[in-house]
């Protein structure tokens, strides 16, 4: 063989090893730390789904996969491969142990969407092996994810899910599934549900190139890729459809029988044996410690911030709102919260009176409160607020509309910095 022809097929060689070598390790979940060694379960259309039928893996699972503790309502850090990967969207949901498995039941428990190529970083050397391991630049991908406030105390299966990439624009790649186990002790009061979001940067709220939209191949995760790639939103989102919401019931929370699920129980393959104990975020390498969540959850019965109402929301990105908080003037504090809802809900009116406070994020500019459609006020700094309410804890003052037994329509309208108008509305009756 001449020299030049024995030179390109050694480059050629070496080309197809590192190819092969990228494609087999595709995408996964790397932080928190996954209940399985299996860094590609794909899902392929039309094949054997035998290896990976999803949604969590069920080749290579760790004998005792760890357990990161988190809070309800926490911001949770999350971290995936890029491995040379691009574009379409994650998925996140959680669900109780036993419907690990239960790709309907991931379906209910989707409780937040984003671009899978937001939240790029370069990885450090010591955590090249763990989050970077086949990117040829040494590049990963991280984010956060709100942690839903219906959830009761116990341990809950996190799944993610990556949809409608690629890695050239003539190559497409099915459903890629991984899975870790969480234990949610304490934090924000619990709710009767969760209003799922879409976080386009990443699942985050920090401002990037993705504002309202994602590269993606597809915005379904239940169809075959299409063969063009061009912003879009998941399809539970677009066209400004909203997903129905996460009932705390799901979970056996609030109006159902607990589902408490510890270490030792759910499904044999993803939990040890009762005598086994469960590796925690402090036995995980340092490089995995990114999942243990952040700040502090705060104390049972007091949430901490201005009047109990928690730390201040993130001032950036995309705006939206999640809740409207019941203060009492009385016992200065929240009496209640209640997510968007056309169902009529009885609101406490205890003497001394009561405030709504819209719990608006994102870079907000005004919020205004509307009542049976007529103007009720403005405001443009937090806490946004329909009474009287101070952010330094000086001034709180009851809602002067808020009547026994009157029944009425309130409505938040958030305006963003950017132009962008969000709305969410109540039907209320006051107790």
Known sequence: MAPRAMLT???????????????????????????????????????DRSSCPGPCPVKYLKPFAPVAKTYRGARFPVRWYKNNHQDGFVRWTVVPLDKANDA????????????????????????????????????????????????????????????????????RYSNYHD?????????????????????????????????????????????????????MRPRPFAHGRQPPLIPASFYGGIGGARRTQT??????????????????????????????????????????GVFGLGPAPYTDGRVSLDELVVLGTTKRGPLTAFPPSDD?????????????????????ARVQFKVNGRHAATEVVYPYALGTLKADGTALAGWKGAWHRRAFYLEAVVTGKGGEVETRSWRLRMG
């Open 344 to 364: 009529e809900v009885t609101v406490p009116l205890p003497a001394g009176g009561i405030v709504f406070v819209a719990r608006a994020v994102g870079a907000v």
């Open 104 to 171: 309907a039941a991931h379906a209910k428990g989707a409780f937040q969407y984003g671009c899978y190529s937001a939240g790029r970083y370069q990885c450090s050397a010591a955590e090249k092996s763990k989050h970077c391991t086949f990117d040829n630049m040494g590049v990963g991908y991280k984010a956060t994810v709100d942690v839903p406030k219906n959830l009761p105390d116990g341990d809950y299966m996190l799944g993610w899910t990556w949809y409608g990439g690629q890695n050239k624009p003539s190559i």
């Open 179 to 231: 899975c870790a186990r969480i234990r949610v002790a304490g934090g924000w009061p619990m709710e009767h549900s969760h209003q799922p979001v879409f976080r386009p940067g990443g699942s985050t709220p920090d401002a990037t190139e993705f504002q309202d939209s994602c590269l993606s191949a597809t915005n379904d995760l239940g169809r075959p890729d299409g063969r063009t790639v061009r912003r």
């Open 263 to 304: 270490a030792s129980t759910g499904p044999a393959e993803h939990a040890p044996p009762e005598d086994a104990g469960v590796a925690d975020v402090a036995d995980i390498p340092d490089d995995e410690a990114v999942s243990t969540p952040t700040p502090a959850p705060p104390s049972d019965g007091d949430a901490g």
């Open 9 to 47: 097929g050694l480059v050629v060689a070496a080309l197809a090893a590192a190819a092969a070598s990228g494609a087999a390790a595709h995408s996964s979940m790397t932080a928190p730390s996954p209940i399985s060694r299996d860094k590609h379960c794909k899902v392929d259309f039309g094949k």
